[in-house]
């Protein structure tokens, strides 16, 4: 049974530093593409990363590119979000998505984990 | 990257059908084939209810149907049930990117 679960969030000042980990179950890390996904209070859904298992190219939104870097951890079987120069923009709830076999669809989700970027 | 724009907000009655739909540009709805729906209740993570344009993953229900003409694709949920009701969201590759729609609130009435 797939399963996510991401963890680090917390509150953090602008300018700071944050790394997001996802725990997967049920599936290889190594051998899947993965996704980053945002939610601001109230907001809708944003984009944030992608990292393909073939060619391990990533992907990033305009928004966090330079700032925000995506690793995976094949013996742990973990996803990561390095997160820095944290901006109050940042302030989302931040999910992870196994990619559907290169469809770019997220077909499972982690419950999410609150980032807050506040002084 | 600007986000694909769909309507704020649709509403139905139990068992009518509805369609949301979701414009973008040539240079991603109209161009690529990996255009997806999700479904999302309050405080609840995204479901994925329709990838590829209109394929449906094992779960969903076939009263969840998408398609595509041109730069805009649309989810038609025909039936409607109380348990429709939440957002929907777009969601469209776009080269070295992909975009969301800015989601759209669907009321049963």
């Known amino acids: 049974q797939v399963q996510l679960v991401e963890s680090g969030g917390g509150v953090v000042q602008p300018g700071g530093s944050l790394r997001l980990s996802c725990a997967a179950s049920?599936?290889?890390?190594?051998?899947?593409?993965m996704h980053w996904v945002r939610q601001a209070p109230g907001k809708g859904l944003e984009w944030v990363s992608f990292?393909?298992?073939?060619?391990?190219?990533?992907y990033y939104a305009d928004s966090v590119k330079g700032r925000f870097t995506v690793s995976r951890d094949s013996s742990r079987n973990a996803l990561y979000l390095q997160m820095n120069s944290l901006r109050p923009e940042d302030t989302a709830v931040y999910y992870c998505a196994k990619d559907r076999a290169n469809t770019w669809a997220g077909d499972y989700w982690g419950q999410g984990i609150l980032v807050t970027v506040s002084p | 990257q600007s986000a694909l724009t769909q309507p704020r907000s649709v509403s139905g009655s139990p068992g009518q059908s509805v369609a949301i739909s979701c414009t973008g540009t040539?240079?991603?709805?109209?161009?690529?084939?990996?255009v997806s729906w999700y479904q999302q209740y309050p405080g609840k993570a995204p479901k994925l209810m329709i990838y590829d344009v209109s394929e449906r993953p094992s779960g969903v229900p076939d009263r969840f149907s998408g398609s595509k003409s041109g730069n805009t694709a649309s989810l038609t949920i025909s039936g409607l049930q109380a348990e429709d009701e939440a957002d929907y969201y777009c969601y469209s590759f776009a080269g070295n990117c992909v975009v969301f729609g800015e989601g759209t609130k669907l009321t049963v009435l």
């Open positions: 990292v393909s298992w073939t060619q391990n190219q990533e």
């Open positions: 040539s240079g991603d709805i109209g161009r690529y084939k990996y």
């Open positions: 049920g599936f290889t890390v190594a051998t899947s593409g």
